[in-house]
Structures are given as C-alpha cells and as structure tokens.
C-alpha cells in the first residue's frame, strides 16, 4: 500500500555528519506531517523532529541546533541532515509519515524500517 525506504546511516566519528533520507511510495494522496524518531539499545523509541505539511518544524531539545529536518513534497522525501554528532546519538532512526490515502481520504500513519547510525571513534 504505502512504503517507506530508509537511507543513510552508518558509522561517523563524533562531531561528523550524516543525512537520512526516508521515501514514500504506493497509494498516496498527500501526506502530512513528516518525523523522525530513534531508538538506542534497551531504551523506548524517541521522538527527534517534526515537519509539517507547510514546513513548519519542531525538534526534541536534545538536538536542537544540530539537527535539521526537510521535506521535498514532489519527492515524498524526509530528510534529517545530522551535524555534531555525539556517542549519544547513536540508534536506529525511524521515519513516521501521515498519508491520505487516495480511495478513502482517510489518514494512516507508516513506519520505515530503521537505519542504522553510530557515532564512534
């Protein structure tokens, strides 16, 4: 129906970069709003950033100022451009997308399947 192919992580050296990239495909009418979420081992999964439809963004204050979250809509594209990273920002980054569904108007919420990031040195 809807999915979501996750892309970018890997190993970085703190205070290094990465970019996620989360796109979504199949039935879609439009999507709201776009987040990123991240689940380290043995913790619950957290909420990192939000973009609205209009671009609005909000980011949990853990990585305020170091992370930014962008949208391209004629993509269908997420992306989390992550800067100074830290040993503590290591998880697995999730996406989470609002669809309208295009038969019925109605609003699911999807999952991608996690990609891997990982601050060492």
């Known amino acids: 129906q809807v999915q979501l192919v996750e892309s970018g992580g890997g190993l970085v050296q703190p205070g290094g970069s990465l970019r996620l990239s989360c796109a979504a495909s199949?039935?879609?009418?439009s999507i709201w709003a776009m987040r990123w979420y991240r689940q380290a081992p043995g913790s619950q999964r957290d909420?990192?950033?939000?973009?609205?439809?209009?671009?609005?963004?909000n980011y949990a204050e853990s990585v305020k100022g170091r992370f930014t979250i962008s949208r391209d809509n004629a993509k269908n594209t997420v992306y989390l451009q992550m800067d100074s990273l830290r040993p503590e920002d290591a998880a697995v980054y999730y996406c989470?997308?609002?669809?309208?569904?295009?038969?019925?108007?109605?609003?699911?919420?999807?999952w991608g399947q996690g990609t891997q990031v990982t601050v060492s040195s």
């Open positions: 989470n997308i609002d669809v309208v569904l295009p038969t019925s108007r109605a609003s699911r919420t999807f």
């Open positions: 199949g039935s879609i009418f």
């Open positions: 909420w990192v950033a939000s973009i609205t439809s209009s671009g609005s963004t």
